[in-house]
């Protein structure tokens, strides 16, 4: 999609950065009281849209969490830290790295228990597809991080083209149409 004479400020990646914390309580977790995957991806999302939105400045929805990386279980109690970050802003969508901790307060220990790469597309109040500001990497870790969403981008677009050409092709049946084999 072309945005011709659409020029948006280029922002930097600080600007976008977002934390949350959640204390994990008995609701949030397994029988054995281990954090729920699911719950920890809910709040993965939710801080991941945070950046995208602060980015973006308009609405944001998730097109995909394509890579999670569960390190270590999160038990009741545990303070919950999660951090997300900018990596790359495409034509209208932007990729964000999410890096989850846990912090034992009483110990003050903090250690890393997961991380995440999601997908946001920023969209106008109709569902329409917008342009979002392009992203400037200043530091090492910035710009390492802006050339990896690249690679992964290629690697998610061979993958979805893959995908695509190995999805059976329609056919009509009796008026209707059904998935069929070619």
Do not use: C
Not at 64 to 79: C, E, K, Q, T, Y
Not at 85 to 105: D, H, P
Not at 107 to 121: D, E, I, K, N, Q
Not at 124 to 153: I, M, N, T, Y
């Amino acid at each position: 999609m072309d945005f011709p004479g659409h020029s948006l400020p280029v922002r930097g990646v600080a600007e976008s950065q977002s934390e949350m914390t959640e204390l994990i309580l008995p609701n949030d977790t397994n029988t054995l009281g281990n954090l729920l995957g699911g719950r920890l991806m809910h709040f993965i999302d939710l801080v991941g849209a945070m950046a995208a939105y602060r980015h973006a400045r308009t609405h944001v929805v998730t097109a995909s969490m394509d890579h999670i990386d569960f390190i270590a279980p999160v038990h009741v109690g545990d303070l919950l830290i999660l951090k997300s970050s900018l990596n790359r802003a495409f034509n209208t969508s932007m990729e964000v790295g999410v890096k989850v901790w846990v912090e034992n307060t009483i110990a003050g220990m903090h250690r890393h228990v997961a991380s995440a790469y999601l997908t946001f597309v920023a969209i106008d109040s109709q569902g329409r597809r917008v342009p979002v500001p392009q992203l400037a990497p200043e530091s090492e870790d910035e710009k390492r991080r802006f050339a990896d969403a690249a690679r992964r981008r290629e690697l998610r677009q061979r993958e979805l083209e893959r995908k695509r050409a190995a999805k059976p092709a329609e056919v009509e049946v009796q008026g209707s149409v059904r998935p069929g084999r070619n």
